[in-house]
């Protein structure tokens, strides 16, 4: 991520052992879930992984053997924490948003917070840090949005007069953002993560 974010994406953990995997001819979804089930991670395969496996993926970790059927078949993974998402890169969205009234620094800050970061997908901003560019799978890229939402749901005094509704607004004492990821959620109160 661009001005000093560490790319702290939730980790995918995974054994460091020799993860041995033989195919005569399979199926490359049936052939990612099973590798899911094998580790015990909860896996999302979009329709648009598409592809036979032939022959035998030399022996390596876990971590290699995802990535190497990644290269090959032209796939990209994002871990959310609680699931594995994986799609064909072809599905890699690109969105640009506008970050006022957060600003970049504090909407990065969020993204490490919530560990949604990683530094396969940078964010790029614009020279006054007001407008962002996310690319990446359409789980990371969802995430990046909804934080981006989250945030300015907090700061509703900030938008333009125009914007706000003509009856005025008590402020509450507390801003709640539920953010959910896979089977897990988190709080974040008044912009701290509990």
């Given at each position: 991520?661009?001005?000093?974010?560490?790319?702290?994406?939730?980790?995918?953990?995974?054994?460091?052992?020799?993860?041995?995997?033989?195919v005569i001819d399979q199926d490359l979804a049936a052939a990612l879930q099973e590798f899911g089930a094998n580790l015990g991670l909860k896996?999302?395969?979009?329709?648009?992984?598409?592809?036979?496996?032939?022959?035998?993926?030399?022996?390596?970790?876990?971590?290699?053997?995802?990535?190497?059927?990644?290269?090959?078949?032209?796939?990209?993974?994002?871990?959310?924490?609680?699931?594995?998402?994986?799609?064909?890169?072809?599905?890699?969205?690109?969105?640009?948003?506008?970050?006022?009234?957060?600003?970049?620094?504090?909407?990065?800050?969020?993204?490490?917070?919530?560990?949604?970061?990683?530094?396969?997908?940078?964010?790029?901003?614009?020279?006054?840090?007001?407008?962002?560019?996310?690319?990446?799978?359409?789980?990371?890229?969802?995430?990046?949005?909804?934080?981006?939402?989250?945030?300015?749901?907090?700061?509703?005094?900030?938008?333009?007069?125009?914007?706000?509704?003509?009856?005025?607004?008590?402020?509450?004492?507390?801003?709640?953002?539920?953010?959910?990821?896979?089977?897990?959620?988190?709080?974040?109160?008044?912009?701290?993560?509990?």
């Amino acid at each position: 991520m661009a001005s000093g974010s560490g790319g702290v994406a939730a980790p995918l953990t995974l054994p460091d052992i020799p993860y041995r995997y033989t195919v005569i001819d399979q199926d490359l979804a049936a052939a990612l879930q099973e590798f899911g089930a094998n580790l015990g991670l909860k896996v999302s395969i979009s329709p648009e992984v598409k592809g036979r496996i032939q022959g035998r993926i030399p022996d390596g970790t876990p971590q290699a053997f995802l990535d190497r059927l990644a290269a090959i078949y032209n796939l990209e993974w994002y871990y959310d924490g609680g699931v594995l998402f994986i799609t064909s890169a072809k599905e890699n969205r690109t969105q640009l948003l506008v970050l006022n009234p957060i600003g970049f620094d504090a909407f990065a800050s969020a993204l490490d917070a919530l560990r949604i970061t990683d530094s396969r997908f940078p964010l790029r901003t614009t020279p006054g840090k007001n407008v962002a560019m996310v690319s990446g799978p359409p789980r990371f890229v969802a995430l990046v949005e909804q934080t981006l939402a989250g945030l300015a749901a907090e700061k509703p005094d900030c938008l333009k007069p125009s914007l706000q509704t003509a009856t005025p607004r008590i402020p509450s004492r507390a801003t709640v953002l539920t953010v959910y990821r896979g089977s897990g959620t988190t709080f974040i109160r008044d912009g701290r993560p509990e």
